[in-house]
């Protein structure tokens, strides 16, 4: 092989550099991110806690398809509680802090969803009405 | 020898090239009945003007909810307007932005020369003159929108016949507001939200970049209300809705009774909201 020691060198710097966020942490990917529990106390969500954690994401899109496409708008009961379909009629009435439930865990994931650009944190109606 | 056989290729791609251009205008031609048939062709359009001169449009089946604005009860209460809109605004976070070239309409009030161009201005009464007409959407029943629109973010629901808009799913390219004929949708040039006084929780704003326009109130209909613009007029019989295709329902009965006109027929669109002025 020519120039043996030239690529391997390379090759260590270019691993090292690529991983370099892993080991600059000292291989911790920091505190895990505690979302607040729903302040009124509810404890039954819609689905169960790892199906959230995993998929709330599909549910809101297949939400969205089911009202604004399908005209199908039947509540959701859970725990005799009823629901609307929808981020605000739905998820806000019990994680009524967006800033300690959801963005605790898509700051913490580096994912930023579009969701409040049209749809009302109970934060951004408090600030309205004090207007 | 090398002269010749350079002409010759320049020709055959010369051919080419044409045929590849003609083609398709051949292949439109030929299908065309007219053309196709010859003379049998003038027998279509003597069909077609026979259909037209029962004066029944065709419409599509199922529900279709429409809209009958009885102006008669306007013209002595433009207060219940002002309300009315106000009901709309409020309902749907629709933002007031002052400029007329950024403003939100969902429904706004209007002249008659503005909101029926096609009919005749001339010496028209005092009451059509003074008085201002609702506006909104005409949830059409042949909507230009929904045709122009790339994205399918407005779309004819099925179930009710309302031209309803995933705002999810517009890319702002307004391809919908060069194609309807009544200027009823708006674009939101900025963040519509320091524009909105008072939030309705149960409805979502909009942002920078989508387009907008009456909705025909479909989530308070999913919850067995009426629209808010008709519930405030409720009683005086100034806004009727209804299923345009039942023939028991209070709208066909106004229809029915009543001379009623639509705005810009000749468009096409064939609007589901009628006016009695
Ligand atoms: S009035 Fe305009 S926006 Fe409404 S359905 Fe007709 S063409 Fe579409
Ligand atoms: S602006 Fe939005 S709704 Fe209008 S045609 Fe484009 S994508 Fe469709």
Not at chain 2, 183 to 205: C, H, L, M
């Amino acid at each position: 092989m020519y120039n043996k020691g030239l690529i391997v060198s390379g090759l260590v710097i270019f691993v090292l550099l690529v991983t370099f966020p892993i080991w600059f942490n000292g291989l911790d990917a920091g505190p895990l991110p505690k979302p607040e529990l729903p302040p009124n106390g509810t404890k039954e969500c819609v689905a169960p806690a790892a199906e959230m954690r995993d998929r709330h994401m599909q549910l809101l899109n297949e939400w969205r398809d089911d009202v604004i496409r399908n005209s199908s708008r039947e509540k959701i009961v859970v725990a005799g509680v009823e629901y609307g379909k929808g981020l605000q009629l739905a998820c806000m009435q019990c994680h009524s802090n967006k800033e300690k439930f959801c963005d605790s865990c898509h700051d913490y994931a580096a994912v930023q969803p579009t969701c409040w650009e049209c749809h009302i944190t109970p934060d951004e109606a408090a600030k309205k009405e004090a207007q | 020898m090398m002269d010749n056989k350079r002409r010759k290729f320049l020709k055959m791609a010369g051919a080419t090239v044409l045929a590849g251009i003609s083609a398709p205008a051949i292949v439109k031609l030929s299908s065309n009945p007219a053309v196709a048939a010859g003379d049998g062709g003038h027998e279509a359009p003597a069909a077609a003007h026979a259909a037209t001169d029962t004066h029944d449009e065709e419409q599509s089946s199922g529900v279709r909810l429409g809209m009958v604005i009885d102006m008669r009860k306007f013209y002595q209460n433009q207060g219940m307007l002002d309300e009315a809109i106000a009901a709309c605004i409020k309902a749907h976070n629709v933002p007031q932005i002052p400029d007329p070239k950024s403003e939100i309409k969902w429904i706004w009030k209007a002249g008659f020369g503005n909101v029926f161009p096609e009919h005749s201005q001339k010496l028209r009464s005092e009451k059509v003159k003074d008085n201002q007409f609702p506006a909104l959407c005409n949830h059409c029943d042949n909507p230009s929108c929904v045709k122009a629109c790339p994205t399918k973010a407005t779309f004819v629901v099925e179930k009710n016949g309302i031209v309803a808009m995933d705002f999810h799913r517009c890319i702002g390219c307004r391809f919908c507001m060069a194609a309807c004929p009544y200027g009823a949708r708006s674009f939101n040039w900025q963040d519509p939200r320091p524009f909105i006084k008072e939030y309705n929780v149960n409805f979502p704003t909009r942002g920078r970049g989508v387009v907008e326009k009456c909705n025909f109130c479909g989530e308070r209909l999913a919850l067995g209300l009426e629209p808010a613009c008709v519930e405030v007029c409720k009683g005086t019989g100034a806004m009727v809705f209804g299923d345009l295709n039942d023939p028991h329902s209070e709208i066909r009965k106004v229809l029915d009774q009543e001379f009623t006109i639509q705005r810009k027929p000749a468009a096409g669109t064939k609007p589901s909201v009628f006016y009695i002025v």
